[in-house]
């Protein structure tokens, strides 16, 4: 009679580690969070999850505001000063 092997070592010599899991939680939550969390909460642990935000954040900050600035030059401009 033969025992059937454990099913954690029928997964192949793979296993995600903990940088791995890391990484897919990372990219799992990027798109839910928002700056008006707490960013203080584990920021040592989400270091880079929380740079990687504010990078986004700023960017899309920085593309917001030079919209604003060429509708309003652009409004100048038609309008005649």
């Not at 919209?67 to 309008?79: E, I, R, W």
């Amino acid at each position: 009679m033969r025992l059937a092997k454990h099913q954690s070592k029928l997964a192949g010599k793979h296993r995600p580690t903990h940088s791995d899991l890391l990484a897919h939680l990372r990219e799992q939550m990027r798109h839910s969070l928002h700056l008006d969390l707490n960013l203080d909460l584990n920021l040592k642990f989400y270091r880079s999850l929380y740079r990687e935000l504010l990078a986004n954040s700023y960017q899309s900050l920085l593309r917001q505001l030079f919209a604003t600035l060429l509708v309003s030059m652009f409004t100048a401009l038609a309008s005649g000063f």
